[in-house]
């Protein structure tokens, strides 16, 4: 990153928007390719029985505490506090 903003600063001012565009362009196309590896790599570990089943598993306990959360939303204030649910 030190090595992109000391180029851009010694780049006259014409070249340098043309320069900031491609960064943000490669920027992009890094992006891209992290979110396709990604997929693909759960998809692969989706086809695999016991992967799956540790992946469903963490999803369910991450997503645990905000169905919680929501379930209890669904009571009214008075009611939460009369049965001493925090």
């Known amino acids: 990153m030190n090595k992109v903003?000391?180029?851009l600063k010694i780049t006259p001012r014409a070249n340098r928007e043309a320069l900031i565009k491609c960064w943000q362009h490669w920027r992009?196309?890094?992006k891209v390719k992290r979110l396709?590896?990604?997929h693909l790599r759960k998809g692969n570990h989706q086809l695999?029985?016991?992967k799956a089943d540790l992946m469903w598993a963490f999803d369910k306990?991450?997503?645990s505490d905000a169905e919680?959360?929501?379930h209890?939303?669904?009571f009214n204030?008075?009611?939460n506090k009369d049965h001493n649910i925090r």
């Open 28 to 30: 992009m196309w890094i």
């Open 48 to 50: 695999m029985p016991i």
């Open 36 to 38: 396709m590896k990604y």
């Open 68 to 70: 919680k959360a929501a």
């Open 72 to 74: 209890m939303d669904t």
């Open 61 to 63: 306990w991450k997503r």
């Open 77 to 79: 204030f008075q009611y």
């Open 5 to 7: 903003i000391t180029v």
